[in-house]
């Protein structure tokens, strides 16, 4: 089935994350068709905004925005308009609904959701110290973390910590490679949630043969051995049961759907935590 493709114009007065998100997650619903990105993030003025208007006119499309300043999004409609470039303020029924809920107005402040508050320094702080803590690094500070996650080579440890680093959790990974001891400190921590992250052994190899062909070394180890493996990856399992540590299946989720069941298994480890 050939592809088709059109232009989507992601016009924001923020970061454009949003956007972004929401105009990937409506694409991915459409098979065999394909969107070009062009995305304007940061636009809060007039000059800003008709730079932006010269690129629509250029590859007319579907435009998005999240503006919030009304003379720039009557100008945006206006333009939009003579293009025939169908538009679409993303955040428009939210806050309609909102304002009919809480009875108030909005207050126009671009960018608010990004403010310094305690949450962004959070933020900061748990990406400091998942960075410092990769891979196995300073296993004696485990009792600090909010997240432990073990699992064998290659099932995305360390992209996952990363996530829910930006997510606010102080995350940190351990490897669990064949011949080596887990830190002492793993099996006695009480604060942390401790995940297993599992793969199939077919895919866990595939990544890892991919890994050395990138890295050009020799593919002939048990490092890429189906059996060896299928072994290191029952020996994960066995290991999580005898703890009851909790486990997911990477093998067919992203990372953000792996950070997403995480977070849930975060929050009833919390409540259990606080009520023990």
């Given at each position: 089935m050939s592809r088709s493709y059109f232009h989507l114009h992601l016009v924001s007065d923020s970061t454009g994350e949003t956007l972004i998100n929401v105009g990937r997650a409506a694409a991915a619903q459409y098979e065999g068709v394909s969107a070009i990105e062009?995305?304007?993030?940061?636009?809060?003025?007039?000059?800003?905004?008709?730079?932006?208007?010269?690129?629509?006119?250029?590859?007319?499309?579907?435009?998005?925005?999240?503006?919030?300043?009304?003379?720039?999004?009557?100008?945006?409609?206006?333009?939009?308009?003579?293009?025939?470039?169908?538009?679409?303020?993303?955040?428009?029924?939210?806050?309609?609904?909102?304002?009919?809920?809480?009875?108030?107005?909005?207050t126009a402040r671009p960018g608010a959701q990004h403010m310094l508050n305690a949450e962004y320094f959070k933020r900061i702080d748990a990406m400091n110290f998942t960075l410092a803590h990769d891979d196995g690094?300073?296993?004696?500070?485990?009792?600090?973390?909010?997240?432990?996650?073990?699992g064998v080579s290659r099932t995305s440890k360390t992209p996952t910590s990363i996530y829910l680093a930006n997510r606010g959790l102080?995350?940190?990974?351990?490897?669990?490679?064949?011949?080596?001891?887990?830190?002492?400190?793993?099996?006695?921590?009480?604060?942390?949630?401790?995940?297993?992250?599992?793969?199939?052994?077919?895919?866990?190899?595939?990544?890892?043969?991919?890994?050395?062909?990138?890295?050009?070394?020799?593919d002939s180890s048990l490092y890429v051995d189906r059996?060896?493996?299928?072994?290191?990856?029952?020996?994960?399992?066995?290991?999580?049961?005898?703890?009851?540590?909790?486990?997911?299946d990477v093998t067919r989720r992203s990372i953000e759907e792996t950070a997403a069941a995480i977070l849930d298994l975060y929050r009833e480890h919390r409540l259990r935590f606080i009520a023990s």
């Open positions: 062009h995305v304007y993030p940061l636009v809060r003025s007039g000059p800003q905004l008709e730079r932006v208007i010269s690129e629509i006119e250029a590859a007319p499309g579907l435009v998005l925005f999240t503006l919030v300043a009304h003379e720039l999004v009557d100008r945006l409609e206006a333009a939009c308009r003579e293009t025939g470039s169908p538009c679409l303020s993303v955040l428009q029924p939210v806050h309609a609904l909102l304002q009919s809920y809480l009875g108030a107005q909005t690094n300073l296993p004696e500070n485990l009792e600090e973390a909010d997240v432990v996650l073990i102080k995350t940190t990974n351990i490897p669990l490679v064949p011949g080596m001891p887990l830190p002492p400190a793993l099996e006695q921590v009480k604060r942390p949630l401790v995940v297993g992250l599992i793969a199939s052994p077919e895919r866990i190899v595939q990544i890892r043969q991919n890994r050395l062909l990138s890295l050009k070394a020799d059996d060896a493996v299928a072994d290191e990856v029952a020996t994960s399992r066995r290991l999580c049961a005898k703890h009851r540590w909790p486990t997911i």
